[in-house]
C-alpha cells in the first residue's frame, strides 16, 4: 500500500476517533447537507422502531468508504471481517490497523446490533465504521430488515452489506448501494441458483472446496468463508479455497499471515476466460464455427450478442447492422430481417470457414450441449421480449444453470433480474476502474437497489478491482488481449476476462496453493 493511500486511511481513522468521542461525551453535532436539513446526531438518539425515519443524519451520508489494504506478497487476497460479538471487539474497530469490513447480527426490532453485554443503536455503529470499515448486518427477520432500510434511507448512508438465511429476508432489502449475502450451512447443485434467486452477488459458507468456489466465482457469485477455526487458521483456509473473503474473530491476526507469508504463487484465485464473439482469429465472429473453436482453445466461457428479428427470433450478430460481415452488400438493420432473409446472407469468409451463416441463439445453445463451457449472453436489443425468449430457449435445452446475462442496458439487466432471477446478470460499462469512489457510486445508482455483477471495460487498477469485492461484486472485465495485459488482470483480481487471445491464457500465472 503507498504512502499516500496509508494516510488517507490514517486521517479517516482519526476523524472517525473524534466523532466516537463526541458521542460518547453526549455532545450534539449538526450534520448539514445540500438537501438534508441539520440533524442532531445523540449518545442516545430518540431511535424509534415505529418511527425509523427520524434517523440521525450521519457525519458525510452517501460516502463510499476507503477500507485498510495490508501489505502483503498475494494478488488480491480474501476481504478481513471483523466479528464483533463483544463490548471489546466492538471499541477495538477503532484501533489502527481497522479490519476491512465488520460482521454485526442486528436486533429483532432492526435498530441496534446485539453485543453479549448490550445492544448498540445504528447511529453508533455506522460512527464507529466512520469510512473505513463496510458494515456487514445479519438480519434475523424481515422486519429487521425493513427498519434497518428505513433508518439507512432516513440516515443517507450506503455502501455497506446485508446478510441472512432466506432469500425472503433479502428481498426486504432494496436501499441503493447495499450488498446482499446469502448464508447457507452447505454446497449444492443449486447453490449458485438459490443465491442469484436471493437478489444477492455473494454467499457465506462454513467450508467449501477450491473447486466448489471456483463455480461459484464463474457464476459471479463472490465467496465468504467463515469456517469455525482461530483466527490465522480460517485465513489460510480461505487462501486454499481461494475464498474471495473470511469472516474471522480476529482481523490483525489476519493481517499477520498476509504479511508474514512468503508464497510460492502469489495468485489466491482462477481467472476465468471468457472466448469474446467466440474465438475467431479462423473462423467468423459469433458464428457456431467461432463457438467449436472458443471449446476447441479451453475457454471457460463463450460470449454472443443478441438481437431480436422481424419475425421473433434471438440472433446472434454484434452490430445492429448486417454490412460489415456480408459479401453481398446488404446493410439493413438486424433486427429489420426475418430468420430466414438471415440465414440466406453469405458470410465473409475467415481461413477454412467460407461456409457460416448467422447463427441464432437455438443453434449456440444446441451446438454447446455435450461440453461445460459457460454461456454469457450480451442483449445487444431494447426488445422487451428478449429475456422471456432466453428462458424459453435454456429451459428446453436444461441450461439454465450454465448461462448468464450481460448488458450496457439497466433496463434489460432488471428485466433479467425479474425474468431470469436465478441466472448471473452483470451490468457492462464503457468505462474502467481507476478511480473506486467513482465508479461504486455510479455503479450504485445504476443498479438502483438491486445490485448485480459489473463488467467494466479494459482501463482498471487492482485497487479498483479489489474495491468491488470488499462488497461482494466481481468483475467481469473486458477486451483484455496480449500475454501481458491478461496477466495484468488476473493479478488484479479480476474474476472473468473476457479476450479475443485465449490462446495466450498460458501466460496466465499458476494458482498458489497454501
Not at 448486518?137 to 438465511?165: C, G, I, W, Y
Not at 495468485?267 to 467468423?284: C, E, L, Q, S, Y
Request: glycine fraction near 4%; charged fraction near 20%.
Amino acid at each position: 500500500m503507498d504512502s499516500k493511500r496509508n494516510w488517507k486511511h490514517i486521517c479517516c481513522s482519526v476523524l472517525r476517533i473524534l466523532l466516537c468521542v463526541i458521542l460518547l461525551c453526549g455532545c450534539q453535532t449538526a450534520v448539514k447537507t445540500e438537501s438534508t436539513p441539520i440533524a442532531a446526531v445523540e449518545t442516545e438518539p430518540a431511535f424509534e422502531e415505529s418511527a425509523p425515519s427520524e434517523a440521525p443524519v450521519l457525519a458525510e451520508p452517501d460516502r463510499i468508504r476507503t477500507v485498510y489494504e495490508p501489505e502483503t506478497a498475494y494478488s488480491c487476497p480474501p476481504t478481513v471481517i471483523q466479528k464483533v460479538e463483544n463490548v471489546a471487539q466492538f471499541e477495538a474497530l477503532a484501533s489502527v490497523p481497522t479490519p476491512q469490513g465488520a460482521w454485526f447480527i442486528l436486533n429483532d426490532a432492526g435498530n441496534a446490533i446485539c453485543l453479549q453485554e448490550k445492544e448498540v443503536p445504528l447511529h453508533e455503529v455506522f460512527a464507529k465504521c466512520y469510512g473505513t470499515i463496510i458494515p456487514v448486518f445479519e438480519l434475523p427477520s424481515a422486519s429487521a430488515a425493513e427498519s434497518l432500510q428505513a433508518f439507512t434511507k432516513a440516515s443517507r448512508t450506503m455502501d455497506f452489506l446485508v446478510a441472512a438465511e432466506t432469500a425472503e429476508i433479502l428481498r426486504s432489502v432494496s436501499a441503493v448501494g447495499v450488498g446482499k449475502v446469502l448464508i447457507t450451512d452447505r454446497m449444492t447443485e443449486s447453490t449458485s441458483q438459490e443465491v442469484w434467486r436471493a437478489g444477492a452477488t455473494a454467499v457465506v459458507v462454513p467450508q467449501i472446496t477450491a473447486d466448489e468456489a471456483a463455480d461459484l466465482q464463474l457464476h459471479w457469485i463472490a465467496v465468504l468463508l467463515q469456517p469455525p477455526l482461530a483466527a490465522e487458521d480460517a485465513v489460510r483456509a480461505a487462501l486454499q479455497c481461494g475464498a474471495d473473503m473470511v469472516v474471522t474473530t480476529d482481523a490483525r491476526a489476519a493481517y499477520r499471515v498476509y504479511s508474514s507469508a512468503v508464497p510460492e504463487s502469489s495468485v489466491v484465485r482462477k481467472t476465468f476466460i471468457v472466448a469474446h464473439r467466440g474465438v475467431h482469429d479462423h473462423a467468423p465472429e459469433n458464428t457456431l464455427a467461432s463457438f467449436t473453436e472458443a471449446v476447441k482453445a479451453d475457454a471457460d466461457a463463450v460470449e454472443c450478442d443478441v438481437y431480436i428479428t422481424k419475425d421473433g427470433h434471438a440472433v446472434i450478430c454484434h452490430n445492429e447492422t448486417v454490412g460489415m460481415y456480408v459479401t453481398d452488400g446488404t446493410d439493413a438493420r438486424v433486427e429489420d430481417l426475418t430468420r430466414a432473409e438471415l440465414k440466406a446472407l453469405p458470410l465473409k469468409a475467415e481461413e477454412a470457414y467460407a461456409n457460416e451463416r448467422f447463427a441464432f441463439l437455438d443453434e449456440f445453445m444446441d451446438t454447446m450441449q455435450g461440453n461445460d463451457v459457460h454461456l454469457v449472453v450480451e442483449i445487444k436489443t431494447d426488445n422487451p421480449d428478449c429475456v422471456g425468449l432466453i428462458r424459453e430457449l435454456a429451459e428446453e435445452r436444461n441450461l439454465l444453470s450454465r448461462i448468464s446475462i450481460i448488458s450496457f442496458l439497466p433496463e434489460q439487466i432488471a428485466a433479467a433480474r425479474e425474468q431470469l432471477p436465478e441466472v448471473p446478470a452483470s451490468l457492462l460499462a464503457n468505462v474502467g476502474i481507476s478511480d473506486p469512489d467513482k465508479y461504486l457510486s455510479s455503479f450504485y445508482r445504476n443498479t438502483t437497489g438491486q445490485l448485480v455483477g459489473y463488467s467494466p471495460s479494459m482501463s482498471f487498477t487492482p485497487e479498483g478491482v479489489t474495491a468491488f469485492r470488499h462488497r461482494g461484486i466481481l468483475i467481469n472485465l473486458w477486451t483484455i488481449d496480449g500475454e501481458d495485459a491478461m496477466l495484468r488482470a488476473q493479478h488484479a483480481g479480476v474474476t472473468t476476462l473476457t479476450t479475443n487471445t485465449v490462446g495466450e491464457r498460458t501466460a496466465l500465472t499458476d494458482l498458489n496453493k497454501p
